[in-house]
């Protein structure tokens, strides 16, 4: 089991930066890699970035490309998630997400059936 809590999420005005946190724990051996995803009220949950665990580039929703950086400290067992240039339109529930499935193409981060664990979330309101 892989446990994950995120933390960081608030209240920012349009334009401002957060940055959120996934500590994991557990048999995080066994993760293959952490992404990020979020729920807007009313939406689906939609996948947002990604990041191996042994290292790489993220990947990204192009919605967040250029605005978002993923990143993870191994040795603290925690992934990050930068966000910059803050929209309204971002205001969500963000989760992030371990996955044990390698990645065997770009649109693989997106799959939701192939993160086995999910932290509870952390809420992220951006206003106007």
């Known amino acids: 089991q892989v446990q994950l809590v995120e933390s960081g999420g608030g209240l920012v005005q349009a334009g401002g930066s957060l940055r959120l946190s996934c500590a994991a724990s557990?048999?995080?051996?066994?993760?293959?890699?952490m992404g990020w995803f979020r729920q807007a009220p009313g939406k689906e949950r939609e996948f947002v970035a990604g990041i191996r665990w042994s290292g790489g580039s993220g990947y990204y929703a192009d919605s967040v490309k250029g605005r978002f950086t993923i990143s993870r400290d191994t040795a603290k067992n925690t992934g990050y998630l930068a966000m910059n240039s803050l929209k309204p339109e971002d205001t969500a529930v963000y989760y992030c997400?371990?996955?044990?499935?390698?990645?065997?193409?770009?649109?693989?981060?997106?799959?939701?059936?192939?993160?086995?664990?999910w932290g509870q979330g952390t809420q992220v309101t951006v206003s106007s």
């Open positions: 557990g048999r995080t051996f066994s993760s293959y890699a």
């Open positions: 997400a371990a996955r044990t499935v390698a990645i065997t193409s770009g649109s693989s981060w997106k799959s939701q059936g192939s993160y086995a664990y």
